[in-house]
């Protein structure tokens, strides 16, 4: 092995374990919303718990733009779709 290959298999362990924080810290962000969410919009805790599951999944095996595109369909979709917003929520309209 040499030092360059080394280094490579360094930096690549690291930003793996960055990106299984940072989706760890996402599920846990929406797991600690989750029970809000259901009481005030159930279709949210719903998409809350499919977020919240690829997270898990995606840190396991490492496709995280999957889920990005995946989370920014759903909520595209939800609101075009007319579903009823959280208290709070407000779109810009330019």
Known sequence: ?????LVHA??????????V???????LIHLLDLPGKFQE???LGWLYVALIL?????AAVG??????EGSLVAV???VLAGLPRPRG???VHA
């Open 1 to 5: 092995m040499t030092t360059e290959t």
């Open 10 to 19: 360094v930096r690549d362990g690291i930003a793996r374990t960055i990106a």
């Open 21 to 27: 924080i940072g989706l760890a810290g996402v599920a």
């Open 41 to 43: 919009t159930p279709y």
């Open 54 to 58: 690829g997270c898990l999944s995606v």
């Open 63 to 68: 496709m995280a733009s999957l889920l990005v």
């Open 76 to 78: 595209s979709g939800a």
């Open 89 to 91: 929520l407000r779109l």
